[in-house]
């Protein structure tokens, strides 16, 4: 049987890992929203070829 110590902190360093993910994750999101928005801007200025 496991220390529950060691479990804990097992758990603990889990969870601030994947803190770092989400955060780095929530980074790419912004970034990515604002290439969106300039691709878009991009479009609408862009002549149809069609």
């Given at each position: 049987?496991?220390?529950?110590?060691?479990?804990?902190?097992?758990?603990?360093?889990?969870?601030a890992q994947?803190?770092?993910?989400?955060?780095?994750?929530?980074?790419?999101?912004?970034?990515?929203?604002?290439?969106?928005?300039?691709?878009?801007?991009?479009?609408?200025?862009?002549?149809?070829?069609?």
């Amino acid at each position: 049987m496991q220390d529950i110590s060691e479990v804990i902190r097992k758990k603990q360093a889990q969870q601030a890992q994947l803190t770092q993910q989400i955060e780095a994750l929530q980074g790419a999101v912004k970034e990515l929203d604002a290439v969106k928005h300039l691709l878009e801007e991009s479009e609408l200025s862009a002549p149809s070829l069609g």
